[in-house]
């Protein structure tokens, strides 16, 4: 997809990637892909490649969490691991703190930095895709490269 006909908000993730050293290329697959699972199929990845951005509250803070498609959070675990207590952000407070719609919430391109962490079953897949912050909106990457963009760290969250 060329950058012009990119929705604004795809723009500036392609800008802080630029600006954070990645190649900010992102694409859209030739056929819709509302889910993680059908964008894999369109972009012949493995499903667990599919980076997942989902807003969380930390003792109430927002923060980010980067998970592999499929692979479920343990709040318990994970807010024992944070030293914390993990919730689940609504809809609307994600939307708000990112200004993304949660189809496409991109790792990053928010307004604000959010405390970041990476789901370390991601490092199995040699190439990563994440939501380029508009829905059908993609870019590659590697779990190195998204632990380094996003100044995140990495976690096991199940």
């Not at 190649?23 to 859209?28: A, T």
């Not at 959010?114 to 590659?140: C, I, K, Y």
Request: proline letters at 8%.
């Amino acid at each position: 997809m060329r950058r012009s006909s990119l929705p604004p908000v795809a723009c500036r993730v392609a800008d802080t990637l630029i600006a954070r050293g990645h190649h900010g290329v992102i694409v859209s697959p030739d056929t819709p892909a509302p889910t993680a699972a059908e964008a894999a199929r369109a972009l012949g990845a493995a499903p667990g490649a599919m980076t997942l951005a989902r807003v969380y509250l930390l003792d109430d803070d927002p923060v980010l969490l980067l998970v592999a498609d499929g692979h479920r959070v343990d709040l318990a675990k994970t807010s024992e691991r944070l030293a914390g207590r993990l919730t689940e952000a609504t809809p609307a407070l994600a939307e708000k703190v990112t200004g993304q719609f949660l189809s496409g919430l991109a790792p990053v391109g928010h307004p604000t930095n959010l405390p970041t962490w990476v789901d370390t079953a991601l490092s199995r897949h040699r190439e990563l895709w994440a939501a380029g912050g508009h829905p059908n909106t993609v870019f590659r990457t590697s779990f190195r490269e998204l632990v380094r963009i996003t100044a995140g760290l990495p976690l096991d969250v199940d």
